[in-house]
């Protein structure tokens, strides 16, 4: 359940948007003003704990409205996207059901199998004619017009940890040895290029803008990856619990705390002088995303916004 908010730390305190059952803190997108998140158990009346639902908000308003409800037994992945007119999101493989992505209209109504997948995905976005979607072996993509999906990558040994579309590429953290790589191919997915080796383990999510990919290491650091090659460096280190990412104007922000028993978690800006932005009572923040000047966080047992 969502907890009491507290403001922290020279900025705007973070707002309740509502209150659901369960939020399931690896499915958060934004996009056309709005913002989807997603909630499990007995988030749209059911009294079955495998329902879930998916919501939509308008980016600074607070009606929640339901886009879908339903699908007992099957549980979400991580990640979510929009194609302008629908809401996408995955599932995992459970009790003989295969794991897939699913497609609602915005406005709300049934939604539709829109592929099916080796298993849940780490990752899913869409470029306007495909919806791309990576699982911890493979990355695919499908017609947004319908379609089977095609393997455009599936990296040795597998360890896919994130997945995103970044401009006219495809960019993947990928588990090599004791660390990491990322890994970028085109839409197509011709010409795989290791653009950076890491010495540590990429962990969830990661962020980008126009020059840099920032991900996330061990939890403990922030590295900046220049998409033209350049050599890494360290934005920050000594972070605890790191996971969420999202970045404007080049300045990274993310959530600390991880998951752990505490539940006091803190969504921070990184620079020169690191500063807290807002607390928030919740199990973790898995995944934090910013569009016109709001942050938004979701997680379990979070989901808010705060001005930034």
């Known amino acids: 359940m969502l907890m009491a908010l507290i403001g922290c730390g020279g900025g705007s ?9 369960a939020v399931w803190g690896l499915n958060l997108a934004v996009g056309g003003g709005r913002v989807y998140t997603t909630t499990t158990g007995e988030s749209c009346g059911s009294l079955d704990a495998s329902d879930h639902a998916v919501w939509s908000f308008p980016n600074g308003g607070d009606a929640a409205e339901l886009v879908f409800c339903g699908g007992s037994g099957q549980f979400f992945g991580s990640g979510m996207a929009t194609d302008g007119d629908r809401v996408l999101w995955p599932t995992h493989g459970s009790g003989g ?3 897939a992505i699913y497609a609602a209209p915005i406005a709300g109504g049934d939604r539709e199998l829109f592929a099916t997948m080796p298993d849940g995905a780490k990752g899913i976005a869409t470029d306007g004619e495909f919806v791309y979607a990576a699982t911890s072996t493979e990355i695919v993509r499908v017609p947004l017009a319908g379609g089977p999906p095609t393997v455009m990558f599936a990296p040795d040994g597998g360890g896919i ?3 995103d579309v970044v401009g006219d590429t495809l960019v993947a953290t990928v588990l090599a040895n004791s660390g990491s790589e990322v890994v970028t191919l085109g839409l197509d997915g011709s010409s795989p290029t290791t653009l950076a080796t890491l010495v540590d383990s990429a962990i969830g999510q990661f962020c980008f803008d126009a020059v840099t990919i920032f991900v996330i290491t061990a939890g403990t650091d922030v590295v ?5 090659g ?3 460096t360290l934005v920050a280190t000594g972070l605890e619990g790191a996971r969420g990412c999202a970045v404007q104007g080049g300045i990274v922000y993310t959530s600390l705390g991880g998951l752990d028993t505490r539940t006091t978690k803190q969504i921070v800006r990184l620079g020169p002088e690191r500063t807290v932005i807002g607390e928030v009572e919740a199990v973790f923040i898995g995944m934090i995303a910013i569009q016109d000047d709001v942050l938004h966080y979701a997680g379990s047992g979070g989901f808010g916004r705060i001005a930034l």
């Open 13 to 21: 305190q973070p707002e309740l948007v509502f209150d659901p059952t």
């Open 97 to 99: 059901v295969e794991a």
């Open 161 to 163: 940890t994130w997945f």
């Open 224 to 228: 900046q990856v220049p998409r033209d």
């Open 230 to 232: 350049s050599p890494t």
